[in-house]
């Protein structure tokens, strides 16, 4: 009966970091390139919500490169909830934003979903393991 209750008990734990480590799959810096832009950009988790920084931006008529500061924050209150990653704010220069939703596809690839212009847009985020 002791094996049943350790077992129990070693599986909840493993689990429990299963769960915990899927959540935090999102942090690290992500590179875009689409026909329209290209960016680095980087999630960060801070109070059990994700936010994301710029470090590069070019979409042709202008560049920028982040300075690691507030400005350079483009992304805020998104959470981790049944596998996906909602309630995000991408904010534009401007200080409108698009409501976006992220599902992490595999390690390396993250897909963004938001409405431009009463349409769905998708933009696929491929992780940059050498910045």
């Known amino acids: 009966m002791k094996n049943i209750y350790q077992f129990i008990l070693l599986l909840t734990i493993t689990f429990s970091f299963s769960a915990c480590a899927q959540k935090d799959n999102i942090v690290g810096v992500w590179d875009v390139k689409t026909d329209a832009y290209q960016a ?8 059990d919500k994700f936010y994301g920084k710029v470090h590069y931006y070019n979409d042709g008529t202008s ?40 599902t992490l596809k595999n390690n ?24």
């Open 108 to 131: 390396d690839t993250l897909e963004a979903l938001m409405t431009v212009d009463s349409s769905p847009y998708k933009e696929i985020w491929k992780r940059n393991t050498s910045f």
């Open 40 to 47: 680095t950009y980087e999630i960060v988790e801070h109070r």
């Open 63 to 102: 560049e920028y490169k982040g300075n690691d500061k507030e400005e350079d924050y483009f992304l805020s209150d998104v959470e981790f909830k049944d596998g996906k990653y909602i309630n995000g704010k991408m904010y534009l220069p401007d200080g409108s934003y698009y409501n976006v939703i992220f």
